[in-house]
Nanobody, 125 residues
Framework: QVQLVESGGGLVQAGGSLRLSCAAS????????MGWFRQAPGNEREFVAA????????DYADSVKGRFTISRDNAKNTVYLQMNSLKPEDTAVYYC??????????????????WGQGTQVTVSS
């Protein structure tokens, strides 16, 4: 079965950086769009960033554009989220997810079917 394991979360001061990783197994990683989402306490899970299977296409939520960068290494079955200039409002559990079908680009939460367990990111002011 598909397994996605996030890592790299932690506590950081505002203005700092973190790099999240998501290691995938149980799927042909190189043909699936991947995404990052986040959920803060009391809030719904929201889209952060998505990347196509080749890495040629990326999309970002307006709230993270210019600060976050999604990338992937298909040889390592891993997707990354580089987060710079972090703000307290970025505090959330961050999840990676795989698109529900291979060969299709997705950027909507409803189109992602396999999820990791999440990694906590806390940004102090």
């Amino acid at each position: 079965q598909v397994q996605l394991v996030e890592s790299g979360g932690g506590l950081v001061q505002a203005g700092g950086s973190l790099r999240l990783s998501c290691a995938a197994s149980g799927l042909t990683f190189r043909v699936y769009a991947m995404g990052w989402f986040r959920q803060a306490p009391g809030n719904e899970r929201e889209f952060v960033a998505a990347i196509s299977w080749s890495g040629a296409r990326t999309d970002y939520a307006d709230s993270v554009k210019g600060r976050f960068t999604i990338s992937r290494d298909n040889a390592k079955n891993t997707v990354y989220l580089q987060m710079n200039s972090l703000k307290p409002e970025d505090t959330a559990v961050y999840y990676c997810a795989a698109g529900i079908s291979s060969g299709v680009y997705y950027s909507s939460l409803r189109d992602f079917g396999s999820w990791g367990q999440g990694t906590q990111v806390t940004v102090s002011s």
